[in-house]
T-cell receptor
Framework: KNQVEQSPQSLIILEGKNCTLQ??????????LRWYKQDTGRGPVSLTI?????NTKSNGRYTATLDADTKQSSLHITASQLSDSASYIC?????????????FGGGTRLMVKP | DTAVSQTPKYLVTQMGNDKSIKCEQN?????MYWYKQDSKKFLKIMFS???????INETVPNRFSPKSPDKAHLNLHINSLELGDSAVYFC????????????FGPGTRLLVL
């Protein structure tokens, strides 16, 4: 069964600190991995998308890494801001059809405190 | 301008009722989706529509029926609502089925009493 597991489930950090969120997946075959940010009461917003051949991708203060051999990804947030408080969801696609059989992780709920 | 919009934002109703949720996208995308997010925050895809044709139906009960009057709209009809239907329903769209970036709506919070 294809699975996507994220850790930690929740995380509290102080403003200005860095943090790293983890995603492990068993989806196979693998096409691409996405990280989404979901603010409370809002829909998810795409942060990064990485294909099988990409190891790292940045979007401002967000940097995602991918190790397709170990089936692990991480999302690193640098110099956190209060607005980073949200759920971060890892999503894995098993083939080239974006809308087909996406597997979502349960998310990591990040709270940034002043 | 709102890219993907949903109405209503909140929906509270009794068991057994029939309700609809509307979704519209102004991005010119060919593909639209419906997702269900349960209490544990897991998102699961329910349907995807590409150029008004149903592409996948992830074993969703037939009480749920998507209807697309045109490629900018994908509405979700739910018949005989059950307690377990309580969740947040998200609509999303992408340029086409191979485009990886999906744009999500704000969600509709459904509570069945």
């Amino acid at each position: 069964k294809n699975q996507v597991e994220q850790s930690p489930q929740s995380l509290i950090i102080l403003e200005g600190k860095n943090c790293t969120l983890q995603c492990n997946y068993t989806v196979s075959p693998f096409s691409n991995l996405r990280w989404y940010k979901q603010d409370t009461g809002r829909g998810p917003v795409s942060l990064t998308i990485m294909t099988f051949s990409e190891n790292t991708k940045s979007n401002g203060r967000y940097t995602a890494t991918l190790d397709a051999d170990t089936k692990q990804s991480s999302l690193h947030i640098t110099a956190s801001q209060l607005s980073d408080s949200a759920s971060y969801i890892c999503v894995v696609s098993p083939n080239n059809n974006a809308g087909n059989m996406l597997t979502f992780g349960g998310g990591t709920r990040l709270m940034v405190k002043p | 301008d709102t890219a993907v919009s949903q109405t209503p934002k909140y929906l509270v109703t009794q068991m057994g009722n029939d309700k609809s949720i509307k979704c519209e996208q102004n991005l010119g995308h060919d593909t639209m989706y419906w997702y269900k997010q349960d209490s544990k925050k897991f998102l699961k895809i329910m349907f995807s529509y590409n150029n008004k044709e149903l592409i996948i139906n992830e074993t969703v009960p037939n009480r749920f029926s998507p209807k697309s009057p045109d490629k900018a709209h994908l509405n979700l009809h739910i018949n005989s609502l059950e307690l377990g239907d309580s969740a947040v329903y998200f609509c999303a769209s992408s340029q086409d089925l191979t485009e990886k970036t999906q744009y999500f709506g704000p969600g509709t919070r459904l509570l069945v009493l």
